[in-house]
T-cell receptor, first 113, second 114 residues
């Protein structure tokens, strides 16, 4: 797979390859970050989260990496499947609230056979 | 169990009319959030309810927007004198608490102002 930032809205990846989606967050005071997946016509679905006291967290087929020095967050999807085709958003908590979230613009992931 | 539900799923209204959008959170979830998603964009935070605390309205774009929540259940987002720029998908989410808890989203209400 190829690594793209959220400034490029679409990531095409071949089925079975690994995907990397990048996100540059804006607030150095943010301490909670989440990745969401949104399929067409549905609300966002939680994938994985990470707190600022960690730099890596793994889930099932997904890994989130956090680099606070450069305010960068990435989501890695292993062995990408057709069902992974969706828009992926990163989000950070706003201000002094854990629950209020600021979302990035999103990356469209298209899995090709 | 039942997830977050929203109604209506689609709403078309004329400019200048008022609209009400409804959200039914997951039972037992004390926190409820409203977001707005414009076409091809990320989500914009609007308002946040947590238990009996005063809601955080810091994301409401204008005084035409308001929201109410009945206890820890249903919430209604009201947009008065709708404008074309209000056209968007309005998403509601709920979570077990106001802290670091997974937010479960509803399917959204697509609002079109003509």
């Amino acid at each position: 797979g190829e690594s793209v930032g959220l400034h490029l809205p679409t990531l095409s990846v071949q089925e079975g390859d690994n995907s990397i989606i990048n996100c540059a967050y804006s607030n150095s005071a943010s301490d909670y970050f989440i990745w969401y997946k949104q399929e067409s016509g549905k609300g966002p679905q939680f994938i994985i989260d990470i707190r600022s006291n960690m730099d890596k967290r793994q889930g099932q087929r997904v890994t989130v990496l956090l680099n606070k020095t450069v305010k960068h967050l990435s989501l890695q999807i292993a062995a990408t499947q057709p069902g992974d085709s969706a828009v992926y958003f990163c989000a950070e908590n706003l201000g002094d609230s854990w629950g209020k979230l600021q979302f990035g613009a999103g990356t469209q992931v298209v899995v090709t056979p | 169990g039942a997830g977050v539900s929203q109604s209506p799923s689609n709403k078309v209204t004329e400019k200048g009319k008022d609209v009400e959008l409804r959200c039914d959170p997951i039972s037992g979830h004390t926190a409820l959030y409203w977001y707005r998603q414009s076409l091809g964009q990320g989500l914009e935070f609007l308002i946040y309810f947590q238990g009996n605390s005063a809601p955080d309205k810091s994301g409401l774009p204008s005084d035409r927007f308001s929201a109410e929540r009945t206890g820890e259940s249903v919430s209604t987002l009201t947009i008065q004198r709708t404008q074309q720029e209000d056209s968007a998908v309005y998403l509601c989410a709920s979570s077990r608490g106001g802290g670091i808890y997974e937010q479960y989203f509803g399917p959204g209400t697509r609002l079109t102002v003509t």
